[in-house]
């Protein structure tokens, strides 16, 4: 078996146009593994729960719109939400995964901070993506950071805003966006005011990464494709010590007992790679 197995058969550069992975678990996996709890529902959706109930995360395959992920924070476990962030169901899984990640960091440090936190300049949020060549334009209503291809953006909305209209997704102060136009290649991404921009700030540093990331080819939207970057993966080589592994699992299927060389013409590969399934876990259930 190979030392390293791969999770797609090609690589993507910018991420903002590689498109979903379809599953969820690389960006629940940060809140388990800081000790939240998750149940579903008969409909596959996925809730997910800080000990103390005052994170609340929903992973929703079978929501009532195109909205995957849904994070909020309360600070009555009763009440309205104090902040929420969204995520539809074309984000980046990585993007989503930055976010939880963060966010479970923080948890884990300090829970009341994610509610409490001293408020941070917006321009934290903006940095990574100036820093990668992203163009700014400030303007009375919104500042705007636009991608070197334009294909993706972030527009930060000044003033004050109704909060009531925020968590409905009426006004957005936050509002992250990536790919061609179109349903099934355009991404969203919200955060309402009160959301730390820590979190924002490591979300947009994930984003401004250039980095190629994994895919198998279906998974990048059509419309896309033109515009990436995409660079086929080569199988692994096997390591020296998938060579003895396999050559000892030979021997024991033939009963260690000395097999012959077989022909030239019709000698098999001494190592044969598996292919390791490409979807198989939680899928989001969306196309």
């Known amino acids: 078996m190979p030392s390293h197995p791969l999770d797609g058969d090609i690589h993507v550069t910018p991420l903002y146009l590689a498109g979903s992975t379809t599953i969820g678990d690389p960006a629940l996996q940060p809140l388990l593994d800081h000790g939240f709890t998750a149940q579903d529902d008969d409909l596959a959706n996925l809730y997910v729960s800080s000990p103390d109930q005052h994170v609340r995360l929903g992973f929703l395959p079978e929501g009532p719109d195109n909205t995957l992920w849904k994070v909020a ?3 009555d476990p009763f009440g309205p939400p104090a902040w929420l962030a969204t995520f539809d169901a074309n984000t ?4 989503v995964t ?3 990640s963060a966010l479970a960091t923080a948890y884990a440090e300090a829970p009341d901070t994610l509610l409490t936190a001293p408020h941070r300049p917006a321009e934290n949020g903006f940095l990574p993506l100036e820093d990668a060549g992203w163009k700014r334009g400030d303007y009375r209503p919104a500042t705007l950071l636009t991608a070197p291809d ?9 003033g004050v805003l109704d909060r009531h209209a925020e968590l409905h997704r009426d006004q957005n102060r936050w509002l992250l966006w990536g790919g061609q136009d179109g349903y099934s290649s355009r991404w969203y991404a919200t955060f309402t005011t009160a959301v730390p921009v820590d979190l924002i700030a490591a979300t947009t ?3 401004a990464d250039p980095s190629p990331v994994l ?3 279906i998974e990048v939207p059509e419309r ?8 086929r993966v080569s199988p692994p080589v096997p390591t020296p010590l998938d060579v003895r592994r396999a050559a000892a699992a030979r021997a024991r299927s033939h009963g260690a007992r000395p097999v012959g060389r077989a022909p030239a013409a019709t000698r098999s590969p001494s190592v044969v790679l598996p292919v390791r399934p490409a979807h198989g876990q939680v899928a989001a259930g969306r196309s």
């Open 224 to 231: 896309n494709r033109s515009a990436a970057r995409i660079r």
């Open 205 to 207: 540093t994930r984003l």
């Open 73 to 75: 924070a309360h600070s």
């Open 92 to 95: 980046p899984t990585e993007l």
């Open 215 to 217: 895919r198998y080819e």
């Open 150 to 158: 334009g294909l993706a953006g972030l527009t930060y909305r000044k």
């Open 98 to 100: 930055a976010f939880t």
